[in-house]
């Protein structure tokens, strides 16, 4: 049965910084993408950045370029969310993703990490 465990959500400032992890298990991942997308209050979930697992290839939304930073550790299976300045409009939980690259009906999802950034 796969797996995917979010973690390291928390309340922060304006300005503060948090590492998301995702823990995977359950399967070989060697054929998928790794994301993160989130999701605010009355908002649809929407994506955040995401890592290819072979070949580390990265793409963001625009609206956390150069704030956020997307990495995985493949001998842990596990990938991560480095999220720097962070602002209000940040505030959603934040969900893991796993999606075969090339069959897209093949996608694992997390439970969620909340992340609150204070004004």
């Known amino acids: 049965q796969v797996q995917l465990v979010e973690s390291g959500g928390r309340l922060v400032q304006t300005g503060g910084s948090l590492k998301l992890s995702c823990a995977a298990s359950g399967r070989p991942f060697g054929n998928f993408v790794m994301g993160w997308f989130r999701q605010a209050p009355g908002k649809e979930r929407g994506f955040v950045a995401a890592?290819?697992?072979?070949?580390?290839?990265?793409t963001y939304a625009d609206s956390v370029k150069g704030r956020f930073t997307i990495s995985r550790d493949n001998a842990k299976n596990t990938w991560y969310l480095q999220m720097n300045n962070l602002k209000p409009e940040d505030t959603a939980v934040y969900y893991c993703?796993?999606?075969?690259?090339?069959?897209?009906?093949?996608?694992?999802w997390g439970r969620g990490t909340q992340v609150t950034v204070s004004s």
């Open positions: 890592v290819s697992w072979s070949d580390g290839n990265t």
């Open positions: 993703n796993a999606r075969h690259s090339d069959y897209h009906l093949i996608s694992y």
